[in-house]
Nanobody, 119 residues
Framework: QVQLVESGGGLVQPGGSLRLSCAAS????????MSWYRQAPGKERELVAG????????NYAASVKGRFTISRDNAKNTVYLQMNSLKPEDTAVYYC????????????WGQGTQVTVSS
């Protein structure tokens, strides 16, 4: 069955770093665009960063550009989110998302991992 399993979340001080990982199984990872979303308490889920299935083109939310880096390893069926210079406003549950790059565009979500930035 399809699984997206996030890991790497935790508590970090402002200015610190974390690396999130999302391990995929049950589908052909290389055919899927991968993204990270986040949802803070009382707020809507928002796109943080995405990476295409081919070419590895990336896009970022304005609020994280220059601080976060998304990457993927198709050999390991894993997508990463390197988060540097973390701020309290980055506190949220971070979700991994997969969308097939051609129709039908199946979509899958992970269960989420908590990131808390606090002193």
């Amino acid at each position: 069955q399809v699984q997206l399993v996030e890991s790497g979340g935790g508590l970090v001080q402002p200015g610190g770093s974390l690396r999130l990982s999302c391990a995929a199984s049950g589908f052909t990872f290389s055919n899927y665009a991968m993204s990270w979303y986040r949802q803070a308490p009382g707020k809507e889920r928002e796109l943080v960063a995405g990476i295409t299935s081919v070419g590895g083109y990336t896009n970022y939310a304005a609020s994280v550009k220059g601080r976060f880096t998304i990457s993927r390893d198709n050999a390991k069926n894993t997508v990463y989110l390197q988060m540097n210079s973390l701020k309290p406003e980055d506190t949220a549950v971070y979700y991994c998302n997969a969308v097939r790059s051609y129709p039908p565009q199946y979509q899958y979500w992970g269960q989420g991992t908590q990131v808390t930035v606090s002193s």
